[in-house]
């Protein structure tokens, strides 16, 4: 059996846990001794929790971990989330996008681009933006793609596709989003 990187992950569908498996994933390749590089793609704003552990683990493997967020604030103390596009949000996903093609042409073993899939769906990226990124992958990096509503086409590219599918969910008791658990 082959060990090598280089395989396209994508993880997406309607249920919970897609950053989370990303995010997982991270943690085991860092652990592993891994060069990795996470892109969070419509996420910005300091609300996400990880965030303050991955700002540690930026400072403990200065060179073997990257990460930057883009996107402009989408969630909003106790009014959930917006969800229409701004001028900012388009250039954000821009800015998101130069600096996902910057990793790829380093030398990284794992490239995680959360939420990238669902940029498309949401017009802040085009479908041409994610198969740039798949033609700019080198041969030995391993790439993860998070996000619902992969497209087709992309999913046809990848060789591990993993889809979370909502059977049950908290919110339908009305139980709202948490800092630790949901963001």
Aim: aromatic letters at 8%; a positive charge; hydrophobic letters at 40%.
């Amino acid at each position: 059996m082959k060990n090598t990187l280089g395989q396209i992950h994508i993880y997406t569908g309607n249920g919970k846990g897609k950053t989370t498996a990303g995010l997982g994933l991270c943690i085991r390749a860092l652990g592993a001794g891994l060069k990795i590089g996470l892109i969070f793609f419509d996420k910005g704003g300091n609300f996400y929790a990880e965030r303050k552990v991955l700002d540690k683990l930026k400072k403990i493997y200065p060179k073997k971990f990257f990460y930057q967020a883009f996107g402009e604030v989408r969630m909003q103390k106790n009014k959930g989330f917006r969800f229409q596009n701004t001028p900012a949000d388009l250039a954000q996903a821009q800015l998101g996008l130069k600096q996902a093609l910057k990793l790829l042409n380093q030398k990284f073993d794992l490239i995680i681009l959360d939420e990238i899939n669902t940029t498309v769906k949401t017009g802040l990226l085009e479908l041409k933006d994610l198969q740039n990124i798949i033609d700019a992958k080198q041969k030995n990096t391993e790439l993860v793609l998070t996000g619902r509503y992969c497209p087709k086409k992309i999913i046809s590219q990848a060789d591990l596709i993993t889809e979370m599918k909502d059977i049950k969910h908290y919110a339908m008791k009305g139980v709202s989003v948490r800092p630790g658990i949901d963001y």
